[in-house]
C-alpha cells in the first residue's frame, strides 16, 4: 500500500447524517473506512466494464432438479466453459429445490455470458451473478 493522504470532503448536512447512518449499520469504525469500501467496490465495477480484463464472479443457482433434463442441460453449459468454471458446489435446499454455486474466472464478458446462459435456463427459478475481482491491481 502506499502512502496515506488526508483529504477534505464537503457534503450537506442531510446526506452526511445519512453516510454516518450507513457507517453505523454496516459497522464501519470510521468513515474513512467506508469511503475506502465505497471507493474500491467502483473501481470493481468499471474494471467489469472493461469487457476483457480478467475477472472472477460468484454465480448462484436455484433449481427444482425434477425438471426434466435441466441438470444435464446447465452441466452441458458448465462443461462448455471449462475455461472459467474454477469450481461448483452443490447443495439440497430440500426435497425439491437446489442451491448451485460457481465460481467463474475469466474475461468479464465470458463470465456475464456463461451466467447469463445458466440463469436463464428454463426451470432455473433464481440466478444471481455477484461480480469481484482477482485483486491484483486494487489496493
Not at 467496490?41 to 476483457?52: D, G, T, Y
Not at 474475461?107 to 475481482?133: E, W
Amino acid at each position: 500500500m502506499g502512502e496515506t493522504i488526508r483529504f477534505g470532503v464537503s457534503l450537506d448536512l442531510d446526506l452526511l447524517s445519512r453516510f454516518d447512518q450507513l457507517c453505523s449499520d454496516k459497522s464501519y469504525q470510521t468513515r474513512s473506512e467506508a469511503i475506502r469500501d465505497l471507493i474500491r467496490n467502483a473501481l470493481v465495477q468499471q474494471q467489469w466494464e472493461e469487457e476483457s480484463q480478467e475477472n472472477v464472479g460468484v454465480l448462484s443457482l436455484v433449481y427444482d432438479h425434477h425438471q426434466s433434463d435441466l441438470v444435464q442441460k446447465l452441466t452441458r453449459i458448465q462443461h462448455d466453459a471449462l475455461d472459467l468454471v474454477i469450481t461448483s458446489l452443490h447443495v439440497h435446499l430440500d426435497h425439491d429445490n437446489c442451491l448451485e454455486v460457481l465460481i467463474l474466472r475469466g474475461p468479464g464478458r465470458d463470465i456475464r455470458q456463461t451466467a447469463q446462459k445458466l440463469s436463464s435456463t428454463k426451470g432455473v427459478k433464481h440466478g444471481n451473478l455477484n461480480m469481484a475481482t482477482t485483486g491484483k491491481d486494487l489496493l
